[in-house]
């Protein structure tokens, strides 16, 4: 395979003469042409683009003039030629290169303007599928890897933010950018050909059902950059997927400091837990700690559901994540700033609960508009070393389920209400999870534990724990229902849950010791159902 080195120095500053601008997103296209006009810059354009520039009454030239060759096929072939790609390419120093501009009579194009068409924007608005193929863009991608290849000698903006950057390097070099300009515009270029592309690859998988594709790439836009990752001596950023699942990623801060890389991470545990829970059946409230959760409850009101979550377990809600299911009203909003908390997120916020939580400035209030749909499917990815795991979302609900009884005594129906209760907690608790319920409350929750019996005894020490700050003469655990988001490997999980007061167990099943387990649940009179669905989460 031949390698093609060209041992040409770039030039620090290149003059720009000649502008293609071609974009779909039109934002400051106007001010930016008027800006190169004033400098003399001749200016090329296509369709929108071109009748945009001239309604302004600026000067300038249809790509189709320079080409000889006018847009074909509803536009579809339009740029895609020698003189435009020739002008974008051509290494000026290269004399074999001039020579072929001069005998094709091809110009140099300086600077390339390219946005693309709205693939992202279509398929998140659910177009169907021949209209989102015809908002796959060709020529865009095909000017800005070749603007971003070359850009020793031209300069590509793909982004209306650098418009204004752009135009400070004329001002402050005479009409001419820096190479160091030029280098970080060519790789954000080929930053957003590659998040497009991906996105586009993504969304055939999906449409075609291709669960494994060959190539799996995940694209995002940056959403802002973090003081620091998970601990301060790492560097973290927030990107954004063309997902537009509620949530952290679309929320909008109403007030309070930038939210830090955990308290993301926490905030979008935290309003997927809650939203498990139908805000036109209940209101329900999830307390984070550390991506766990440390009380889930639902109530009359949102202030009980948000009391009732406290009372689990409230010295680990201290600086903890508030997420609600419906819109946080006053009544609650005076409640949750009664405790130091880093972040309330809610579908929306009454003007009189923004005035409450304002007393507080350095508490994040998130409005997210909405709430996620658990049984939407989606990907979720986590890296590793040298790869990349990626795996459908787990949208399974238990609601959904066909659940088995497997004792001699069947559940009451508030006790089958509390073992869905605890295993929709569960499925958002990192394994190994135990998790009691009680009329609609988390009683106790164990969590990321090497032993199941060891998250079994932490959830009932932490039941103990909140029975004595409540005042309580026995803990929640006592007549609970308790849930396990694996099977039960062994009897002596289900013994300790016995041991805490629980009278009713849900579990997946599966085990070779399910039988053992059930003669143990017989035992002692326990009910027990199985699920048939696991989730483990690591």
Not at 323 to 350: G, S
Request: net charge negative; aromatic share 6%.
């Amino acid at each position: 395979m031949a390698v093609i080195s060209k041992k040409i120095p770039a030039p620090d500053k290149v003059e720009i003469k000649t502008a293609l601008l071609s974009v779909f997103d039109k934002t400051g296209i106007v001010e930016l042409a008027h800006a190169l006009s004033e400098r003399g810059v001749r200016l090329l354009s296509t369709g929108g683009t071109y009748k945009a520039i001239a309604a302004a009454g600026l000067t300038v030239t249809d790509v189709s003039d320079i080409t000889g060759f006018p847009e074909i096929m509803d536009g579809r072939v339009k740029t895609l030629h020698p003189t435009v790609h020739g002008g974008l390419l051509a290494i000026r120093d290269d004399s074999e290169h001039q020579e072929a501009m001069k005998k094709h009579g091809i110009e140099a194009i300086d600077l390339a303007v390219i946005n693309l068409y709205p693939f992202e924007e279509v398929r998140a608005a659910g177009g169907d599928y021949p209209t989102t193929v015809e908002n796959i863009d060709i020529g865009g991608p095909a000017m800005m890897r070749a603007s971003a290849k070359n850009h020793a000698y031209v300069t590509i903006l793909t982004d209306p933010n650098d418009y204004a950057e752009f135009k400070e390097q004329l001002s402050a070099d005479a009409g001419k950018t820096a190479y160091a300009f030029r280098q970080r515009m060519a790789a954000k270029a080929y930053a957003r050909t590659a998040a497009y592309d991906a996105a586009i690859a993504n969304w055939f998988a999906e449409a075609l059902s291709i669960d494994t594709p060959r190539h799996r790439v995940i694209g995002g836009v940056l959403k802002e950059e973090m003081r620091y990752g998970e601990n301060p001596h790492q560097k973290a950023a927030f990107y954004v997927t063309d997902e537009k699942r509620p949530g952290v990623s679309t929320a909008i801060l109403l007030q309070g400091k930038q939210l830090s890389y955990n308290n993301i991470n926490d905030t979008d545990a935290a309003y997927e837990l809650v939203a498990e829970f139908l805000p036109e059946k209940a209101p329900a409230c999830a307390i984070i700690k550390h991506a766990n959760p440390c009380g889930v409850a639902t109530g009359s009101s949102l202030v009980e559901a948000y009391q009732r979550a406290l009372a689990c377990d409230s010295v680990s809600a201290f600086g903890g994540i508030i997420a609600l299911n419906q819109i946080l009203d006053a009544e609650t909003a005076e409640e949750i700033v009664k405790l130091f908390t880093e972040v309330i997120i809610a579908p929306d916020v009454t003007e009189e609960a923004k005035a409450i939580v304002a007393r507080k400035p350095n508490l994040r209030l998130l409005s997210a508009g909405g709430l996620p749909d658990p049984r939407v499917a989606g990907l979720t990815a986590k890296t590793v070393s040298g790869g990349l795991l990626v795996q459908s979302r787990d949208n399974g609900m238990v609601e959904d389920l066909e659940l088995k009884v497997v004792t001699k005594r069947a559940p009451t129906a508030q006790e089958l209400e509390d073992m869905k209760f605890a295993f929709k907690v569960g499925k958002h608790v990192k394994s190994n999870a135990v998790v009691y319920a009680k009329d609609g409350q988390t009683a106790g929750i164990g969590a990321g534990q090497m032993s199941r019996v060891d998250s079994a005894r932490i959830a009932a020490l932490k039941a103990e724990e909140a029975a004595k700050a409540l005042g309580l003469a026995v803990p929640m655990t006592k007549g609970s229902a308790v849930a396990s988001e694996a099977f039960l490997p062994f009897a002596d999980g289900l013994l300790s849950m016995i041991a805490a007061g629980a009278t009713a167990v849900i579990q997946p099943g599966g085990s070779m010791r399910d039988q053992e387990v059930i003669d143990a649940a017989n035992e002692h009179g326990i009910a027990m159902v199985f699920t048939g669905m696991r989730h483990f989460r690591h």
